[in-house]
């Protein structure tokens, strides 16, 4: 177990639909980041939240969304979904901004997205 | 931005052999991560070495800051090493964000 958890593991939902994952970072880290892996792909960086604001912004489709909530934990929203939307979503935290606490980036097990 | 390059993109061994995968980066970072990434998507934190050589049984990094690129030393391969593995970078700045390189892909055979 990393720290990071994230839920679920799993979603299978149809084009069109709008779902919600969620990241708690591990214990004490203030920064949580958002993943995208697609298929035999890199990690694609999406967005950055440290202390419940947004801190950096990466390839993030309009129709996705964040937020990061005054007990830390984040949810990544994406909406209208499309095929190509089917990927690997990974939340990863760190420590209080540039600070890694010694031990850098820790991420959760990833949800994988299917979109049918 | 800061590039990564890994190299080689892929490798094939046999069970019991050894292997160097290099991470070469573009400009001066703050801090630098080797992850494996199994089988079954799950990313796994190596290594957190911005600088200096770290071991872990049958896992050693090396990162030399100064010219820019990080070693990842596999010994006594197992079919278990088998995934992709990425070498992750970010920068001074306070916006930055962890880069991650395109990754090697090792199989091992048994």
């Known amino acids: 177990d990393s720290g990071v958890t994230q839920t679920p593991k799993h979603l299978i939902t149809a084009t069109g639909q709008r779902v919600t994952l969620r990241c708690s970072p591990r214990?004490?880290?203030?920064?949580v980041y958002w993943y995208q892996q697609s298929l035999d792909q890199g990690l694609q960086f999406l967005i950055q939240?440290?202390?419940?604001?947004?801190?950096a912004k990466g390839n993030i489709l309009e129709r996705f969304s964040a937020q990061q909530f005054p007990d830390l934990h984040s949810e990544l929203n994406l909406s209208s979904l499309e095929l190509g939307d089917s990927a690997l979503y990974f939340c990863?935290?760190?420590?209080?901004?540039?600070?890694?606490?010694?031990?850098?980036?820790?991420f959760g097990s990833g949800t994988r997205l299917t979109v049918v | 931005g800061i590039q990564v390059e890994q190299s080689p993109p892929d490798l094939i061994l046999q069970e019991g052999a050894n292997s160097t995968l290099r991470c070469n980066f573009s400009d001066s970072v703050n801090n630098l991560q080797w992850f494996h990434q199994n089988p079954w998507g799950q990313l796994i934190n190596l290594f957190y070495?911005?600088?200096g050589t770290k071991q872990n049984g049958r896992l050693s990094a090396t990162t030399v800051a100064t010219e820019r690129y990080s070693l990842l030393y596999i010994s006594s391969s197992q079919t278990t090493d088998s995934g992709v593995y990425f070498c992750?970078?970010?920068?001074?700045?306070?916006?930055?964000?962890?880069?991650f390189g395109s990754g090697t892909r090792l199989s091992i055979r048994p």
């Open positions: 990863a935290s760190s420590g209080t901004g540039q600070q890694t606490r010694g031990y850098g980036y820790t």
């Open positions: 992750a970078v970010w920068g001074y700045s306070s916006a930055s964000k962890i880069i």
């Open positions: 070495i911005p600088s």
């Open positions: 939240y440290y202390n419940g604001e947004e801190r």
């Open positions: 214990s004490g880290d203030l920064s």
